[in-house]
C-alpha cells in the first residue's frame, strides 16, 4: 500500500483544515487507517483511527470534538476534518494503515509522506 498525504497549511486559530490520504494497492478497505503527527522535539503520537468499513473511530482526547476521520473505499481515500484549529495543533500530520485496530505507531506498516500544518496565534 503507498499512501499519499495532501491538504495541510498555514491556517488561524480556529479555522479549519481537510486532510486527504489516498491510497494505491490493493484492498485498502481491509485496513485500518489513522492520521498520527509530530511536531518539533516530540515523539509521534496518534490523532485518530477508522476501521476498515469506516464503522468505527477513535480520537486522542484532545481532539475530540474538533476532528473528524472519515473514509471513502470507493475513492481509495482517508479524510481528516479538523476544525476549531489552535497552535497546539501545529505538527506534520502523517496517515498510516495497519492490518490491527491499535492506535501505536509501531504497528503500522506503511505511512505517507505527511504534510505540514501550521495554526497560527
Known amino acids: 500500500v503507498q499512501l499519499q498525504a495532501s491538504g495541510g497549511g498555514l491556517v488561524q486559530t480556529g479555522g479549519s483544515l481537510r486532510l486527504s490520504c489516498a491510497a494505491s494497492?490493493?484492498?485498502?478497505?481491509?485496513?485500518?487507517m489513522a492520521w498520527f503527527r509530530q511536531a518539533p522535539g516530540t515523539e509521534r503520537e496518534f490523532v485518530a483511527g477508522?476501521?476498515?468499513?469506516?464503522?468505527?473511530?477513535s480520537y486522542v482526547d484532545y481532539v475530540k470534538g474538533r476532528f473528524t476521520i472519515s473514509r471513502d473505499n470507493a475513492k481509495n481515500t482517508v479524510y481528516l476534518q479538523m476544525n476549531s484549529l489552535k497552535p497546539e495543533d501545529t505538527a506534520v500530520y502523517s496517515c498510516?494503515?495497519?492490518?490491527?485496530?491499535?492506535?501505536?505507531?509501531?504497528?503500522?506498516?506503511?505511512w505517507g509522506q505527511g504534510t505540514q500544518v501550521t495554526v497560527s496565534s
Open positions: 494497492g490493493r484492498s485498502f478497505s481491509s485496513y485500518v
Open positions: 477508522v476501521t476498515g468499513s469506516g464503522d468505527s473511530t
Open positions: 498510516a494503515a495497519s492490518p490491527f485496530w491499535v492506535t501505536t505507531a509501531r504497528h503500522y506498516a506503511y
